[in-house]
């Protein structure tokens, strides 16, 4: 990831193709702070939301500055992915925090993310979709542009390989899974 900021540390920095999957498809693993509780007020602690932006072969910049965006704006939580493939940015949210923390992609979140993302890059399209097969009735592309079954294990092993999602810190220091 060429561009370095001050929010997100790199636990996983992809350079190659990982697998056969898409346009050369890669991703780097981000952890960033993470300040709400499950009704979304500040907590006193962070937690903290660790993420994957999946690159095609472009390694587009913007993608960063969308990711930096959601961090300003507290809207990074609960995210599993990001990226753009030919014009359109993706956002993956984790299932299971979406409905448990009620964030209604059709209401809540989408108008303030597509806003964002306009601003970034006016030419891209936007979907948000959950990490779930119903997404496939929808017409998602679960970012890699290859078929849909495929795709969605991909980023269902990615999820559970690198531990998608949020952490604790736990009495002894160490970083958890929620």
Known sequence: MSDNNIFFKTL????????YLGQSSHYSILRAPAYLDRERNIEDVASFQDFAIVWNKDNYPNVIKVAVNLFEESLLYP????????GKFAIIFDKRFAN?????LGTNVRPQIKKMIKSIDRSWTY??????KSSR????DMLIEYEFDWSFEYLKGLKICQNL????????????AA
């Open 165 to 176: 999602g949020i952490k604790h810190k736990n009495q002894q220091g160490q970083i958890t």
């Open 12 to 19: 996983h920095e992809g350079v190659i193709p990982a697998g």
């Open 127 to 132: 979907i948000a979709a959950l990490l779930d």
């Open 137 to 140: 009735q929808k017409g998602r």
């Open 100 to 104: 448990e923390y009620n964030i209604n």
């Open 79 to 86: 995210v599993l992915f990001i990226g753009e493939q030919r």
